[in-house]
């Protein structure tokens, strides 16, 4: 008889715990159900029965940060869309703290509570939320990308200290994902090129991505000085590969010098005179014309002393912009310009020689166009046009 009432205990507790381990997985379900509908029903602007199926989840699975912060997100969604945007914004920092004290690790938790303080001006604030959300994520591109983009919606109010910190999110961004367009988010927003080359990773692939974009936007003032702190670690990080280019560069202006006697005026370089091709080879420049981005070479004898060498050049826009030249004697840059007419016009350049034949090369530097224009650069005779010792 006690080994029979054992029994039906014993099964009565198996039945028990069976039963609410089916109900909590109910819930679960359930729980998970309404989460997925308030969702799809946000998605649809239909506030309401949203705001009904994201209580009911949270009601059903209390201690999932995951339901806690998607209401959060929810409510401050909706005061970016309704006019009273302070009594959501509250209620959803409130959703977000309970949802951290579930999950403090959670970055992007953090990162909401500071957007919430940033709408409110309170950016000392917002800020503090910031550093916990960059503690828990330090390499994360999201995050990083997230903080630096919001820190230049309000830069003129935040410290040196959180300037600083956005920079350094924004330059984590570009180490973890490389996404260049970065860079035209940062001009974009403070036209400041030291912010640019402060989020810029200290490896040679991001001096290149910056001499890219600094390029394409034909931000030429800056060309120049970018060029040799590319040239800097292109030397440092990749000698093999520097050491192969200079080769490459003494022997290409080797050959131009050797095809100086075929040329029938001294000191004069004619269209015809002109030689090169595209950086892979696919092109060749015709008669002074590029239609590519390039570099093209004549020989030319100089006089030593002080010299004026004169361009005539010509270029067709694309987008409202002309086509810019950058000048090399030997190998060494004397001059950059766009050139900025459609018809032929002259373009000096000053430069000191040892005199005898140099090599004078042209690169046209920003090719590009659209479904209806095409720019170009057309280069004629370049002289010498006065001299002195």
């Given at each position: 008889?006690?080994?029979s009432?054992?029994?039906?205990?014993?099964?009565?507790?198996?039945?028990?715990?069976?039963?609410?381990?089916?109900?909590?997985?109910?819930?679960?379900?359930?729980?998970?159900?309404?989460?997925?509908?308030?969702?799809?029903?946000?998605?649809?602007?239909?506030?309401?029965?949203?705001?009904?199926?994201?209580?009911?989840?949270?009601?059903?699975?209390?201690?999932?940060?995951?339901?806690?912060?998607?209401?959060?997100d929810?409510?401050?969604?909706?005061?970016?869309?309704?006019?009273?945007?302070?009594?959501?914004l509250?209620?959803?920092?409130?959703?977000?703290?309970r949802?951290?004290?579930l999950?403090?690790?959670?970055?992007?938790?953090?990162?909401?509570?500071?957007?919430?303080?940033?709408?409110?001006?309170?950016?000392s604030?917002?800020?503090?939320n910031?550093?916990?959300?960059?503690?828990?994520?330090?390499?994360?591109?999201?995050?990083?990308?997230?903080?630096?983009?919001?820190?230049f919606?309000?830069?003129?109010?935040?410290?040196?200290?959180?300037?600083?910190?956005?920079?350094?999110?924004?330059k984590?961004?570009?180490?973890?994902?490389?996404?260049?367009?970065?860079?035209?988010?940062?001009?974009?927003?403070?036209?400041?090129?030291?912010?640019i080359?402060?989020?810029?990773?200290?490896?040679?692939?991001?001096?290149?991505?910056?001499?890219?974009?600094?390029?394409?936007?034909?931000?030429?003032?800056?060309r120049?000085?970018?060029?040799?702190?590319?040239g800097?670690?292109?030397k440092?990080?990749?000698?093999?590969?520097?050491?192969?280019?200079?080769?490459?560069?003494?022997?290409?202006?080797?050959?131009?010098?050797?095809?100086?006697?075929?040329?029938?005026?001294?000191?004069?370089?004619?269209?015809?005179?002109?030689?090169?091709?595209?950086?892979d080879?696919?092109?060749?420049?015709?008669?002074?014309?590029?239609?590519?981005?390039?570099?093209?070479?004549?020989?030319?004898?100089?006089?030593?002393?002080?010299?004026?060498?004169?361009?005539?050049?010509?270029?067709?826009?694309a987008?409202?912009?002309?086509?810019?030249?950058?000048?090399?004697?030997?190998?060494?840059?004397?001059?950059?310009?766009?050139?900025?007419?459609?018809?032929?016009?002259?373009?000096?350049?000053?430069?000191?020689?040892?005199g005898?034949?140099?090599?004078l090369?042209?690169?046209?530097?920003?090719?590009?166009?659209?479904?209806k224009?095409?720019?170009?650069?057309?280069?004629?005779?370049?002289?010498?046009?006065?001299?002195?010792?």
């Amino acid at each position: 008889m006690l080994l029979s009432i054992k029994k039906s205990v014993l099964t009565l507790m198996i039945v028990t715990v069976f039963c609410l381990l089916v109900f909590a997985i109910m819930r679960s379900l359930l729980a998970g159900l309404s989460f997925a509908t308030a969702e799809k029903l946000a998605k649809e602007y239909k506030w309401t029965q949203a705001d009904e199926k994201f209580r009911k989840a949270i009601a059903l699975d209390p201690f999932n940060a995951r339901y806690i912060a998607g209401f959060g997100d929810f409510m401050t969604t909706q005061a970016g869309y309704q006019g009273h945007g302070e009594p959501l914004l509250k209620e959803a920092e409130q959703l977000y703290r309970r949802a951290i004290q579930l999950d403090s690790r959670n970055a992007k938790y953090w990162f909401e509570l500071g957007l919430i303080e940033l709408n409110r001006k309170a950016y000392s604030k917002a800020f503090e939320n910031f550093y916990h959300s960059t503690d828990n994520d330090p390499n994360g591109f999201n995050i990083a990308y997230s903080i630096g983009s919001v820190g230049f919606s309000v830069w003129k109010h935040i410290s040196d200290a959180d300037r600083a910190f956005v920079m350094n999110r924004l330059k984590m961004a570009m180490i973890a994902k490389s996404f260049e367009y970065i860079y035209a988010n940062v001009w974009n927003a403070q036209k400041d090129i030291a912010l640019i080359r402060a989020v810029t990773p200290d490896s040679l692939q991001g001096q290149r991505w910056l001499y890219g974009f600094i390029v394409s936007q034909n931000l030429w003032q800056f060309r120049k000085e970018q060029a040799d702190r590319l040239g800097y670690y292109l030397k440092n990080e990749a000698p093999d590969t520097f050491l192969a280019e200079e080769k490459a560069k003494v022997k290409r202006l080797k050959e131009v010098r050797d095809r100086y006697n075929k040329q029938t005026e001294k000191g004069v370089v004619s269209g015809s005179d002109w030689h090169g091709n595209t950086p892979d080879g696919k092109f060749t420049y015709d008669k002074g014309n590029m239609y590519w981005t390039g570099t093209m070479d004549g020989s030319i004898d100089m006089p030593e002393g002080n010299v004026t060498i004169k361009i005539r050049a010509k270029g067709q826009p694309a987008d409202g912009v002309f086509p810019y030249m950058i000048v090399e004697l030997d190998g060494e840059e004397i001059g950059e310009s766009f050139v900025d007419s459609s018809e032929w016009k002259d373009y000096e350049f000053k430069v000191n020689t040892t005199g005898g034949v140099k090599v004078l090369s042209v690169t046209f530097a920003n090719d590009g166009g659209n479904a209806k224009e095409d720019r170009n650069l057309f280069i004629g005779t370049a002289e010498i046009l006065k001299s002195g010792k």
